[in-house]
């Protein structure tokens, strides 16, 4: 039986977990915070962590991707995408007015994890602008402060299930900016994950260009663009070792076993550039894993 690393019980990563294991029987080993979640699997004590690294709203999840680039050595062994469906979560008989209706303007604080705050901003300013906010290291662990902590006018953003889970009101539902949105989660780990099987493949590599090299990308993009190789994400981040230093996350619609991309990547680095492969896996949409 494998065993599975993630954030805790009744946060996204925990439902979306559940998503692409479906049926398979799994060990599941759940971390308050997403180091932990990595330091998991990197040690060997589970086979995988399932980590969310984009978002519909708020794009990359930098601190995640640092993880996969500068602390861990744990390919991508596959990805699959989830609604974030969030929801304001707390004790509804503290927040009713004298006409016994549910009163926003009572709430003094509201906790979640930064990325699932950043996704209901406009419903916080426009129903509880008054409400302080705060950051914790998850949604699931936000529900479960508001547990612990009666009549203090403190209410979560999190999921349907962590409200369940925790005995408490779903206030409002789906209070989350855009209708679509969705988070992107890969699962990483030393083992192929062969669970389920997905006719879209991906790779994702890491080029650092050669330095003082004018025309370096350019050659890099052509080098994929003149085969027809579909680059489907392309991000720039600091590599860390020098200011103004950048390395290129690229996503590419192929996978390794193939002629032309090996060919591809072989061009990049002939003209000096490093070129990391972070994985090749199946993807899987939504809509594959109902």
């Not at 006409?99 to 699932?116: C, F, N, Q, Y």
């Not at 547990?147 to 409200?163: D, H, L």
């Not at 230093?245 to 032309?260: C, G, P, Q, R």
Request: aromatic share 8%.
């Amino acid at each position: 039986m494998k065993t599975i690393a993630l954030l805790p019980a009744g946060s996204v990563s925990d439902e979306a977990a559940k998503q692409l294991f479906g049926s398979e029987q799994v060990n599941w080993r759940h971390h308050r915070l997403i180091a932990d979640v990595f330091q998991s699997t990197a040690t060997g004590v589970s086979h995988y962590s399932v980590i969310p690294i984009e978002n519909t709203i708020e794009g990359s999840v930098s601190l995640h991707m640092d993880w996969l680039v500068h602390e861990v050595d744990l390919p991508m062994q596959a990805e699959w995408v989830y609604p974030s469906i969030q929801n304001l979560i707390g004790r509804r008989p503290e927040l009713l007015n004298g006409s016994g209706e549910l009163d926003l303007t009572r709430i003094r604080k509201v906790i979640s994890h930064p990325v699932a705050m950043a996704q209901c901003l406009q419903f916080l300013r426009r129903f509880m602008p008054q409400a302080e906010t705060e950051h914790v290291s998850s949604t699931a662990e936000a529900v479960k402060i508001v547990k612990e902590n009666p009549g203090e006018g403190i209410v979560a953003i999190g999921t349907r299930i962590a409200a369940q889970i925790n005995g408490l009101d779903l206030l409002e539902e789906k209070i989350t900016d855009h209708d679509n949105n969705y988070t992107r989660f890969v699962l990483v780990g030393h083992e192929p994950y062969k669970a389920r099987q997905s006719e879209r493949i991906k790779t994702s590599i890491l080029i650092t260009l050669p330095e003082d090299y004018p025309g370096a990308l350019h050659q890099v993009l052509s080098a994929f663009a003149w085969r027809k190789i579909n680059l489907s994400r392309i991000e720039s981040r600091p590599t860390k070792k020098k200011l103004g230093n950048y390395y290129f996350y690229m996503e590419i619609e192929m996978s390794l076993d193939t002629v032309l991309l090996p060919s591809a990547l072989q061009e990049v680095e002939a003209i000096g550039c490093q070129v990391r492969i972070l994985g090749c896996y199946p993807s899987f949409s939504y809509e594959q894993l109902l």
